[in-house]
Protein backbone atom coordinates (compact mmCIF):
# COMPACT_ATOMS: atom_id res chain seq x y z
CA UNK A 1 0.00 0.00 0.00
CA UNK A 2 0.77 3.75 0.68
CA UNK A 3 4.77 3.14 1.32
CA UNK A 4 7.71 5.24 2.21
CA UNK A 5 11.35 4.53 1.44
CA UNK A 6 14.26 6.20 3.12
CA UNK A 7 17.63 5.51 2.08
CA UNK A 8 19.89 7.27 4.51
CA UNK A 9 18.57 5.64 7.75
CA UNK A 10 22.46 5.17 8.99
CA UNK A 11 23.47 2.62 6.60
CA UNK A 12 20.01 0.73 6.19
CA UNK A 13 16.82 1.62 4.26
CA UNK A 14 13.29 1.72 6.57
CA UNK A 15 9.78 0.77 4.38
CA UNK A 16 7.06 2.46 6.10
CA UNK A 17 3.66 0.58 4.88
CA UNK A 18 0.73 2.08 4.79
CA UNK A 19 -0.47 -0.32 8.05
CA UNK A 20 2.28 1.30 10.39
CA UNK A 21 4.72 -1.38 9.90
CA UNK A 22 8.32 -0.52 9.52
CA UNK A 23 10.75 -3.07 7.48
CA UNK A 24 14.21 -2.62 7.97
CA UNK A 25 16.94 -3.75 5.48
CA UNK A 26 20.41 -3.18 4.20
CA UNK A 27 18.81 -2.49 0.17
CA UNK A 28 14.93 -2.37 -0.88
CA UNK A 29 14.08 -3.90 -4.33
CA UNK A 30 11.43 -1.21 -6.00
CA UNK A 31 9.40 -3.59 -8.78
CA UNK A 32 5.88 -1.51 -9.01
CA UNK A 33 5.01 -0.32 -12.63
CA UNK A 34 5.59 2.99 -13.88
CA UNK A 35 2.74 4.09 -13.39
CA UNK A 36 3.17 3.90 -9.82
CA UNK A 37 6.16 5.84 -9.36
CA UNK A 38 4.91 8.47 -11.15
CA UNK A 39 4.97 11.66 -9.61
CA UNK A 40 1.32 12.71 -10.27
CA UNK A 41 0.04 9.24 -8.44
CA UNK A 42 -2.20 10.42 -5.73
CA UNK A 43 -3.41 6.74 -5.63
CA UNK A 44 -3.49 4.56 -2.66
CA UNK A 45 -0.32 3.16 -4.25
CA UNK A 46 1.32 5.91 -4.19
CA UNK A 47 5.27 5.89 -2.77
CA UNK A 48 7.45 8.76 -1.15
CA UNK A 49 11.02 8.37 -1.24
CA UNK A 50 13.08 10.60 1.54
CA UNK A 51 16.01 11.61 0.06
CA UNK A 52 13.65 12.14 -3.04
CA UNK A 53 15.11 10.02 -6.09
CA UNK A 54 17.60 11.71 -8.31
CA UNK A 55 16.89 14.18 -11.15
CA UNK A 56 17.82 11.45 -13.81
CA UNK A 57 15.53 9.13 -12.10
CA UNK A 58 12.59 11.13 -12.45
CA UNK A 59 13.23 12.39 -15.87
CA UNK A 60 13.19 8.81 -16.59
CA UNK A 61 9.68 8.29 -15.00
CA UNK A 62 8.26 11.31 -16.79
CA UNK A 63 9.29 9.80 -20.23
CA UNK A 64 8.06 6.18 -19.48
CA UNK A 65 4.33 5.99 -19.66
CA UNK A 66 2.11 3.47 -18.56
CA UNK A 67 0.22 2.48 -21.89
CA UNK A 68 -3.65 0.52 -22.04
CA UNK A 69 -3.93 -2.39 -22.86
CA UNK A 70 -6.89 -5.02 -21.49
CA UNK A 71 -8.87 -7.81 -21.69
CA UNK A 72 -12.33 -9.15 -21.96
CA UNK A 73 -12.02 -13.20 -21.45
CA UNK A 74 -15.27 -14.78 -21.99
CA UNK A 75 -16.21 -18.41 -21.11
CA UNK A 76 -19.02 -19.43 -23.47
CA UNK A 77 -21.48 -22.54 -22.73
CA UNK A 78 -21.13 -23.93 -26.49
CA UNK A 79 -18.39 -22.43 -28.67
CA UNK A 80 -20.09 -20.38 -32.19
CA UNK A 81 -16.74 -20.52 -33.89
CA UNK A 82 -13.95 -22.49 -35.65
CA UNK A 83 -11.82 -24.34 -32.82
CA UNK A 84 -8.94 -23.99 -34.50
CA UNK A 85 -8.36 -20.51 -35.58
CA UNK A 86 -6.15 -18.77 -33.18
CA UNK A 87 -6.91 -14.98 -33.85
CA UNK A 88 -10.15 -13.13 -35.39
CA UNK A 89 -9.67 -9.51 -36.38
CA UNK A 90 -12.48 -7.63 -37.77
CA UNK A 91 -12.55 -3.41 -39.64
CA UNK A 92 -14.03 -2.84 -35.58
CA UNK A 93 -10.79 -1.18 -34.13
CA UNK A 94 -11.85 -1.65 -30.47
CA UNK A 95 -11.28 -5.14 -30.31
CA UNK A 96 -9.42 -8.23 -31.77
CA UNK A 97 -10.11 -11.65 -30.49
CA UNK A 98 -7.59 -14.51 -29.45
CA UNK A 99 -9.59 -18.13 -29.34
CA UNK A 100 -7.81 -19.49 -26.22
CA UNK A 101 -9.68 -22.63 -27.17
CA UNK A 102 -7.14 -23.17 -30.21
CA UNK A 103 -4.15 -23.00 -27.68
CA UNK A 104 -4.97 -25.54 -25.19
CA UNK A 105 -8.74 -27.13 -25.75
CA UNK A 106 -8.49 -28.98 -22.55
CA UNK A 107 -8.17 -26.48 -20.01
CA UNK A 108 -9.29 -23.33 -22.07
CA UNK A 109 -12.43 -24.77 -23.53
CA UNK A 110 -15.24 -22.32 -25.26
CA UNK A 111 -13.10 -19.38 -24.25
CA UNK A 112 -12.34 -15.94 -26.12
CA UNK A 113 -10.12 -13.46 -25.11
CA UNK A 114 -11.22 -9.67 -26.66
CA UNK A 115 -7.58 -7.64 -26.59
CA UNK A 116 -8.21 -3.82 -26.64
CA UNK A 117 -5.31 -1.72 -27.05
CA UNK A 118 -4.55 2.28 -26.27
CA UNK A 119 -6.81 4.36 -28.30
CA UNK A 120 -10.07 2.43 -26.92
CA UNK A 121 -10.26 3.12 -22.90
CA UNK A 122 -13.36 1.83 -21.20
CA UNK A 123 -13.19 4.27 -17.83
CA UNK A 124 -16.77 5.44 -17.30
CA UNK A 125 -18.16 2.33 -18.57
CA UNK A 126 -19.20 -0.51 -16.40
CA UNK A 127 -18.14 -4.27 -16.99
CA UNK A 128 -21.47 -4.67 -18.10
CA UNK A 129 -21.10 -1.98 -20.79
CA UNK A 130 -18.05 -3.35 -21.96
CA UNK A 131 -19.50 -7.03 -22.49
CA UNK A 132 -22.29 -5.40 -24.16
CA UNK A 133 -19.97 -3.85 -26.69
CA UNK A 134 -17.55 -6.71 -27.20
CA UNK A 135 -20.67 -9.37 -27.21
CA UNK A 136 -22.10 -6.65 -30.29
CA UNK A 137 -18.90 -6.72 -32.26
CA UNK A 138 -18.79 -10.79 -31.82
CA UNK A 139 -22.44 -11.29 -33.04
CA UNK A 140 -21.71 -8.66 -36.10
CA UNK A 141 -18.79 -10.48 -37.00
CA UNK A 142 -20.50 -13.86 -37.10
CA UNK A 143 -23.50 -12.70 -38.91
CA UNK A 144 -21.49 -11.53 -41.56
CA UNK A 145 -18.88 -15.08 -41.77
CA UNK A 146 -22.05 -17.43 -42.04
CA UNK A 147 -23.83 -14.70 -44.60
CA UNK A 148 -20.98 -15.90 -47.55
CA UNK A 149 -22.05 -19.76 -46.78
CA UNK A 150 -25.59 -19.62 -45.68
CA UNK A 151 -27.54 -16.56 -46.78
CA UNK A 152 -28.50 -13.63 -44.99
CA UNK A 153 -31.36 -14.75 -43.03
CA UNK A 154 -29.32 -18.04 -41.71
CA UNK A 155 -26.43 -15.52 -40.99
CA UNK A 156 -28.40 -13.72 -38.62
CA UNK A 157 -30.30 -16.34 -37.29
CA UNK A 158 -26.82 -17.86 -36.16
CA UNK A 159 -25.71 -14.76 -35.01
CA UNK A 160 -29.01 -14.24 -32.69
CA UNK A 161 -28.19 -18.04 -30.84
CA UNK A 162 -25.12 -16.12 -29.50
CA UNK A 163 -25.16 -17.01 -26.17
CA UNK A 164 -23.64 -14.15 -23.45
CA UNK A 165 -20.71 -15.93 -21.52
CA UNK A 166 -21.34 -17.70 -18.79
CA UNK A 167 -18.05 -16.51 -16.61
CA UNK A 168 -16.45 -13.26 -17.79
CA UNK A 169 -13.93 -11.02 -16.57
CA UNK A 170 -12.99 -6.70 -16.98
CA UNK A 171 -9.61 -5.81 -16.64
CA UNK A 172 -8.74 -2.53 -16.03
CA UNK A 173 -5.26 -2.55 -16.14
CA UNK A 174 -4.81 1.29 -16.51
CA UNK A 175 -6.67 2.66 -13.59
CA UNK A 176 -6.16 -0.13 -11.52
CA UNK A 177 -4.28 1.91 -8.76
CA UNK A 178 -1.88 -0.86 -8.26
CA UNK A 179 -0.71 -0.82 -12.02
CA UNK A 180 -1.64 2.57 -13.68
CA UNK A 181 -0.81 0.97 -16.98
CA UNK A 182 -0.54 -1.84 -18.84
CA UNK A 183 3.35 -1.66 -19.71
CA UNK A 184 6.20 0.99 -20.59
CA UNK A 185 6.35 2.75 -23.63
CA UNK A 186 8.59 5.56 -24.85
CA UNK A 187 7.00 8.94 -24.74
CA UNK A 188 7.62 11.72 -27.29
CA UNK A 189 10.37 13.95 -26.22
CA UNK A 190 12.03 11.59 -24.26
CA UNK A 191 15.49 9.49 -24.47
CA UNK A 192 13.66 5.62 -25.24
CA UNK A 193 16.38 3.10 -24.04
CA UNK A 194 18.28 5.70 -22.27
CA UNK A 195 14.98 5.98 -20.11
CA UNK A 196 14.90 2.20 -19.71
CA UNK A 197 18.38 1.94 -18.24
CA UNK A 198 18.16 5.59 -16.42
CA UNK A 199 14.91 3.56 -14.20
CA UNK A 200 16.72 0.67 -13.61
CA UNK A 201 20.02 2.48 -11.55
CA UNK A 202 20.57 2.24 -7.91
CA UNK A 203 20.05 4.91 -5.24
CA UNK A 204 21.97 7.29 -4.63
CA UNK A 205 23.75 6.62 -7.48
CA UNK A 206 27.13 7.81 -7.61
CA UNK A 207 29.42 7.25 -10.69
CA UNK A 208 32.71 7.34 -8.59
CA UNK A 209 31.15 4.43 -5.75
CA UNK A 210 31.61 7.04 -3.02
CA UNK A 211 27.99 6.05 -1.58
CA UNK A 212 26.29 3.04 -1.06
CA UNK A 213 23.16 1.79 -2.82
CA UNK A 214 20.69 0.83 -1.10
CA UNK A 215 17.55 1.24 -3.20
CA UNK A 216 17.18 -0.68 -6.61
CA UNK A 217 14.84 -1.50 -9.23
CA UNK A 218 13.61 -4.18 -11.16
CA UNK A 219 10.33 -4.27 -13.87
CA UNK A 220 9.58 -4.41 -17.43
CA UNK A 221 9.86 -0.84 -17.40
CA UNK A 222 13.44 -1.42 -16.24
CA UNK A 223 14.53 -3.76 -18.45
CA UNK A 224 16.80 -2.70 -21.62
CA UNK A 225 16.37 -5.15 -24.05
CA UNK A 226 12.89 -6.91 -22.54
CA UNK A 227 11.21 -3.95 -21.75
CA UNK A 228 6.94 -4.84 -22.18
CA UNK A 229 7.08 -8.37 -21.34
CA UNK A 230 7.43 -11.28 -18.62
CA UNK A 231 11.26 -12.29 -19.41
CA UNK A 232 12.81 -8.20 -19.17
CA UNK A 233 10.53 -8.26 -15.96
CA UNK A 234 12.55 -11.46 -14.71
CA UNK A 235 15.78 -10.84 -15.86
CA UNK A 236 15.23 -6.90 -14.23
CA UNK A 237 14.76 -9.10 -10.85
CA UNK A 238 18.53 -10.83 -11.49
CA UNK A 239 19.89 -7.78 -11.96
CA UNK A 240 18.35 -6.23 -9.33
CA UNK A 241 19.23 -8.84 -7.27
CA UNK A 242 22.42 -8.99 -8.38
CA UNK A 243 23.14 -5.00 -7.25
CA UNK A 244 22.06 -6.04 -4.07
CA UNK A 245 24.71 -8.34 -3.42
CA UNK A 246 27.40 -6.55 -4.79
CA UNK A 247 26.96 -3.43 -2.81
CA UNK A 248 26.46 -4.92 0.39
CA UNK A 249 29.32 -6.67 0.02
CA UNK A 250 31.14 -3.99 -1.69
CA UNK A 251 32.08 -6.03 -4.45
CA UNK A 252 32.09 -3.66 -7.94
CA UNK A 253 32.02 -7.05 -9.82
CA UNK A 254 29.66 -10.18 -9.48
CA UNK A 255 29.77 -13.11 -11.64
CA UNK A 256 27.20 -12.77 -13.68
CA UNK A 257 25.74 -16.46 -13.59
CA UNK A 258 26.82 -16.71 -9.69
CA UNK A 259 23.57 -18.63 -9.22
CA UNK A 260 24.77 -21.49 -11.09
CA UNK A 261 28.58 -21.55 -10.43
CA UNK A 262 29.92 -23.79 -7.09
CA UNK A 263 33.38 -22.20 -7.49
CA UNK A 264 34.65 -22.08 -3.89
CA UNK A 265 34.51 -17.92 -4.27
CA UNK A 266 30.75 -18.00 -5.40
CA UNK A 267 29.93 -20.27 -2.54
CA UNK A 268 31.66 -18.26 0.18
CA UNK A 269 29.60 -15.10 -1.17
CA UNK A 270 25.95 -17.51 -0.97
CA UNK A 271 27.57 -18.55 2.61
CA UNK A 272 27.87 -15.10 4.00
CA UNK A 273 24.37 -14.53 2.42
CA UNK A 274 22.93 -17.62 4.22
CA UNK A 275 24.14 -15.57 7.45
C1 LIG B 1 -3.19 -7.01 -21.29
C2 LIG B 1 -1.73 -7.35 -21.19
C3 LIG B 1 -1.16 -8.26 -22.07
C4 LIG B 1 0.18 -8.58 -21.99
N1 LIG B 1 0.71 -9.51 -22.84
C5 LIG B 1 2.00 -9.88 -22.70
C6 LIG B 1 2.57 -10.89 -23.54
O1 LIG B 1 1.90 -11.46 -24.40
N2 LIG B 1 3.87 -11.23 -23.36
C7 LIG B 1 4.65 -10.64 -22.40
O2 LIG B 1 5.82 -11.01 -22.24
N3 LIG B 1 4.14 -9.67 -21.59
C8 LIG B 1 2.85 -9.28 -21.72
N4 LIG B 1 2.33 -8.31 -20.91
C9 LIG B 1 3.24 -7.59 -20.02
C10 LIG B 1 3.59 -8.34 -18.76
O3 LIG B 1 2.39 -8.72 -18.12
C11 LIG B 1 4.42 -7.39 -17.90
O4 LIG B 1 5.58 -6.98 -18.61
C12 LIG B 1 4.89 -8.04 -16.60
O5 LIG B 1 3.80 -8.58 -15.88
C13 LIG B 1 5.57 -7.00 -15.76
O6 LIG B 1 6.03 -7.59 -14.57
P1 LIG B 1 6.53 -6.66 -13.41
O7 LIG B 1 6.98 -7.57 -12.31
O8 LIG B 1 7.46 -5.63 -13.93
O9 LIG B 1 5.23 -5.83 -12.94
P2 LIG B 1 3.83 -6.35 -12.37
O10 LIG B 1 3.56 -7.76 -12.79
O11 LIG B 1 2.85 -5.29 -12.72
O12 LIG B 1 4.09 -6.38 -10.79
C14 LIG B 1 4.11 -5.20 -10.03
C15 LIG B 1 3.58 -5.55 -8.63
O13 LIG B 1 3.71 -4.40 -7.80
C16 LIG B 1 2.56 -4.33 -6.97
N5 LIG B 1 2.44 -2.95 -6.48
C17 LIG B 1 2.06 -1.85 -7.17
N6 LIG B 1 2.10 -0.76 -6.38
C18 LIG B 1 2.53 -1.20 -5.15
C19 LIG B 1 2.79 -0.53 -3.90
N7 LIG B 1 2.65 0.78 -3.73
N8 LIG B 1 3.20 -1.29 -2.84
C20 LIG B 1 3.37 -2.63 -2.99
N9 LIG B 1 3.16 -3.31 -4.15
C21 LIG B 1 2.74 -2.59 -5.20
C22 LIG B 1 1.42 -4.75 -7.89
O14 LIG B 1 0.30 -5.15 -7.14
C23 LIG B 1 2.09 -5.91 -8.64
O15 LIG B 1 1.94 -7.13 -7.95
C24 LIG B 1 0.98 -7.97 -20.98
C25 LIG B 1 0.42 -7.06 -20.09
C26 LIG B 1 -0.92 -6.75 -20.19
C27 LIG B 1 -1.52 -5.77 -19.20
Known amino acids: GHGY ?15 GHTLRALGVIVTVPIGVLREDNTTESRIEFDPPLSQEKRDAIKFLGGG ?17 VRFFNTTQEAFQFMNLHAFDPDHCRNILVAHSFGAYKWDGKSDQQVLDEVMGVLRAMFTRSRCGEAGETAG ?27 YAFWKKGGRALE ?8 EPFSHDNSQRSKVFFAGEATSAFGAQCVHGAAHSGVRAASEVV ?7 HLHPTWAGDDS ?6 RDKLLD
Do not use: Y
Open 68 to 84: CHNKVCMRFKRRFWQPT
Open 246 to 252: ASVFNMT
Open 195 to 202: DNVALSSP
Open 264 to 269: DEVMEW
Open 156 to 182: ERIAKTIEPPIQWVVTRWDTDPFSLGS
Open 5 to 19: VAGDVADVCEVKTAD
